[in-house]
């Protein structure tokens, strides 16, 4: 395939300054006629041709300056001979909407007309230089059958409609800022808006609507209060103001990913925007305002600013994911006091490192290890990763990390003085960073441009006769670290703090700084290869003291340091840094599940060890704790994370050791967890709150690890909380504990489950997932997946069934999908090859669950790689083949 290149970039040599495009709707034959005015770029010569780029369209007629033009149409592009300086340009196409299945350009979906063009899907509505550094003002008018479609929009502000004879009608809309095309949108149908007029910091009104289908209205209510909240958290921690007179929300149920910020006019998954106690657990009360945040938050960071070219991806993404992650801890912060707010803080930290670790540190070690700013990609589309949006984020973060929050936005309010409607690269980001702080940020360039997850080695040496403490830290790139990237020392900041032995913070001061300068968490500035630290002013005499390190997760680094058991669980008892208190005791959780699973795996019998329990039993008796840090605290590792742990993974022994870890930690601790059980019931109504979300997340947990237990206690709790539940979270959590415990009762759930919410999608999607995880019993979850595949609710063309059904068997239930017989793997195959044919972006996105075959114990390789093979003899689009040579490479 074609490899694009970062180096190659040119600018382009023709702006568009304005586009008029005008739509005539019709879901088998739209007409699209747009009018650009162009002018050449000042040094490019005359002859120069001009060089559109279309995807399935279908030429009509071409003019420049209103007189009919020649112009060739081949490989996707139209090649123009304007030989002037500066023209209009209109090129009338047409396609095919509602054959279109890859979601990308003009589509329909339920009846109603959507767009996704990013990165590159406006070349599917029409010819136009589809890159970000083209910026034009856009004037949209969209013509449809009135009672079809009696709902018209697109960015900006409508400033024209009325009716059009033979029953249609229009509507006119200006956006009077310039944007890239990969921000222009478009929807019609039959919709209905939740409004809300509200006024900004400056007085200014401002018109807010969420359109949803009219059955979903009163799931709208959520995501309207997490948009004002995101508008007045912007204004207060950026003062970015919303710069248009009104802002919408549109949600749709096909859509490839989880909403997409068009200028004015957000288009949304359904997932992300509807939500209701009946139908939504906490976690998607949560995600809904998370990414209504993240969308809205674009709005500067991405489209006031956006990209020069897709290399730059992180510059939003990154930067956007570290403003959501943001805007979340200080939502969930926000209604309890200091102590609670800091224990939300952590939380959030808690989850969104988890996640990173699970999938960013894996992409970083796999075949598709790319830096923050890749160097090159075949299809865009596949570096939407973790690695561009989390660690990205993670590099964001640590601006703020060493320049603190005032030094962050100084460097911010720089960023938009400078950039303010241009399009710019990661560079211009960290300039703007290093100017407004006084900084030199050029070592800092490295974490855009080296790809794999840095390793930092600790040795530590207490002197106690002369009160000094000194900290050896070593930065390293793994052995086999799977890029050509450089592999230079980074600038990281790594914070510390040191535990006496009664569990308090010590002051920490480095050798050559005044007294004054102690606090007890220091951020380390290591830039070198090896840099020792050395503390004075430490007790004299005094015990060892424990090291607390990468506080709050300072860096996305890998720590290498041999704690032993007792010291993590004393850090898990004591550290005031709550991230690490957590850390310590997923680190105890994680070394002796490997542990167990490598007997396992060996054919030998593992056994829990009582250090474990007891620390554990510790937590789970702290009522101190806020319910969400405890429920974080008591989760263990994922099976997906451990496996990554092993040198040769073996998904079959991992999921035997946590399940028996959690057989041991119930047992042990019933009565605590029965306890715990009643503890936490909610009063009152039901609220999303993280305070009331921690509860039942903790409690729901303590019903989990119950129906561990080979009693018919927990059935009976779980039949009873299904049954009397009024949210969907502890609805589900007792579903997912009753097909746990198995038996006719889970299969009477799931029944009544599936009757209650046949005609909600969202929920149908849960159902389906939920058996899709489930570990093989009596029935083997593969023959399940495969039942249900053949079931009447099922559509392979709707992205978030299929997510539901196959992704969660294959990525969401490792031990099942990974079965010794390969069963798992030709399931993968044969969805891989079926959904590149409709789907190539969401296709991809499976393909990749089996890129890392090479980690796996030598068993299962085979099997892994002739289904790799299969597809690769099979697959058609770019996006796929692009995955899958590289894993085979
Ligand atoms: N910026 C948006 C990316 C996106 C997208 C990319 C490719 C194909 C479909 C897509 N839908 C949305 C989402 C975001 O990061 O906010
Ligand atoms: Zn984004």
Redesign the pocket.
């Known amino acids: 395939p074609t490899v694009i290149h970062r180096r190659d970039y040119m600018p382009p040599p023709y702006r568009i300054e304005t586009v008029d495009l005008h739509f005539d709707l019709d879901p088998h034959r739209t007409v699209v006629r747009n009018t650009m005015r162009i002018v050449r770029r000042d040094g490019v010569p005359a002859d120069t041709p001009l060089e559109l780029l279309g995807e399935g369209l279908q030429l009509e007629a071409v003019t420049l300056d209103g007189v009919a033009a020649e112009a060739s149409d081949a490989d996707g592009r139209l090649r123009v001979a304007a030989g002037r300086a500066s023209f209009e340009l209109t090129v009338t196409t047409h396609c095919d909407p509602a054959a279109n299945s890859s ?2 350009g003009l589509y329909v979906s339920n009846g109603n007309f959507f767009t ?1 063009c ?2 590159e ?1 406006f070349r599917k509505i029409t010819y136009f230089l589809d890159r970000p550094d083209v910026m034009a003002t856009y004037t949209v008018t969209l013509a449809a059958d009135k009672e079809a479609y009696p709902v018209l929009l697109s960015n900006g502000n409508l400033v024209e409609s009325g009716p059009l004879p033979d029953g249609r009608h229009y509507a006119k809309w200006v956006d009077p800022f310039a944007k890239p095309s990969y921000l222009f949108a478009l929807v019609a149908g039959k919709l209905v808006a939740l409004e809300e007029t509200i006024q900004i910091a400056d007085g200014t009104p401002k018109l807010l609507q969420v359109w949803v289908e009219p059955q979903d209205l009163p799931k709208t209510r959520h995501a309207m209060d997490s948009l004002i909240a995101s508008i007045r958290w912007d204004e207060r921690r950026y003062g970015l103001p919303l710069d248009l007179d009104r802002f919408m929300i549109v949600a749709v149920g096909d ?7 068009n200028k004015g006019l957000n288009i949304f998954n359904t997932k992300y925007v509807l939500a209701d106690q009946q139908t939504a657990t906490d976690t998607d009360f949560a995600n809904v305002e998370a990414v209504v945040g ?2 809205y938050f ?1 709005n500067w960071t ?1 489209n006031r600013v956006t990209c020069r070219d897709w290399f730059q991806l992180s510059l ?2 990154g930067l ?1 994911v570290f403003r959501d992650q943001e805007f979340s801890a200080d939502m969930a912060a926000g209604e309890g006091d200091a102590a609670q707010a800091a224990s939300a803080v952590a939380v959030k930290r808690i989850e969104d490192v988890r996640m990173l670790r699970q999938t960013q540190f894996a992409e970083d070690a796999g075949p598709m290890a790319h830096p923050v700013r890749p160097e090159s990609y075949a299809e865009i ?1 596949n570096f ?1 990763t973790v690695t561009v ?1 989390e660690k990205g984020a993670e590099v964001v973060r640590m601006y703020q990390t060493l320049f603190g929050r005032d030094g962050f936005r100084r460097g911010m309010d720089l960023y938009f003085q400078r950039h303010d409607g241009q399009a710019v690269t990661c560079d211009d980001f960290r300039q703007a960073m290093a100017d407004a702080n006084g900084a030199d940020l050029a070592q800092f360039e490295r974490w855009y441009s080296q790809a794999g997850t840095p390793r930092v080695a600790v040795e530590t040496a207490y002197d106690a006769a002369a009160g000094r403490y000194r900290l050896t830290l070593r930065q390293h790139y793994a052995e086999d670290r799977r890029s050509d990237t450089p592999a230079d020392p980074l600038l990281i900041p790594f914070a510390v703090g040191l535990l006496d032995a009664a569990g308090r913070d010590l002051p920490l001061r480095l050798n050559d700084e005044p007294e004054s300068a102690a606090a007890t968490t220091r951020v380390l500035a290591l830039t070198g290869a090896e840099q020792t630290f050395e503390f004075v002013g430490l007790p004299i005499d005094g015990a060892t003291p424990t090291p607390s390190l990468l506080r709050h997760f300072s860096a996305p680094v890998i720590v290498d340091y041999e704690y032993d058991d007792a010291a993590l669980a004393f850090l898990l008892a004591h550290d005031s840094d709550a991230f690490n208190r957590w850390e310590a005791g997923q680190r105890l959780a994680t070394r002796a599940l490997l542990e167990m699973a490598q007997t396992l795996s060996a054919g030998g019998q593992a056994r829990l060890s009582e250090t474990v329990v007891d620390a554990f039993g510790k937590v789970l008796a702290d009522d101190t704790l806020a319910p969400a840090f405890r429920e974080q605290a008591l989760t263990l590792p994922s099976e997906t994370f451990l496996a990554e742990q092993m040198i040769e993974a073996d998904p079959g022994a991992v999921h035997a050791a946590r399940t028996q870890m959690r057989g041991r930690l119930a047992e042990a601790h019933a009565a605590l967890w029965q306890r715990i059980y009643e503890a936490h019931r909610t009063d009152g109504p039901y609220r999303p709150t993280a305070v009331d979300a921690g509860r039942r997340a903790l409690r729901n947990l303590a019903l989990g690890y119950l129906a561990e237990l080979p009693d018919a206690a927990a059935a009976t709790l779980a039949e009873t909380q299904y049954r009397e539940a009024d949210n969907m979270t502890d609805r589900f959590s007792a579903l997912g504990a009753l097909a746990r415990i198995g038996g006719t009762a889970a299969q009477d759930a799931l029944q009544d489950f599936y009757r209650r919410f046949e005609h909600e999608p969202l929920v149908i999607d849960k159902w389906f997932a939920l058996q899709a995880m489930q570990p093989d019993g009596a029935a083997r979850t593969i023959d399940t997946v495969r039942r249900l595949f053949t079931h009447p609710a099922f559509n392979l063309k709707n992205p978030n069934r299929a997510r539901s059904l196959i992704f969660s068997f294959c990525a969401g239930n490792p031990a099942a999908f990974h079965a010794a017989d390969a069963s798992g793997y030709a399931f993968w195959a044969e969805q891989v090859l079926a959904l590149d044919a409709l789907n190539p ?1 969401v296709a991809a996105r499976l393909a990749r669950v089996l890129e890392r075959w090479r980690k796996y114990v030598p068993t299962l390789r085979d099997g892994m790689e002739a289904a790799l093979q299969r597809v690769m003899a099979g697959a058609r689009s770019r996006d796929v083949r692009e995955v899958v040579g590289k894993a085979l490479g």
């Open positions: 979601l990308m996704q990013e990165a899907g859509f490839n990913m989880g909403a997409m910020e993240h969308e674009h991405g939003k993404e956007t589309n939407y949006y972006q």
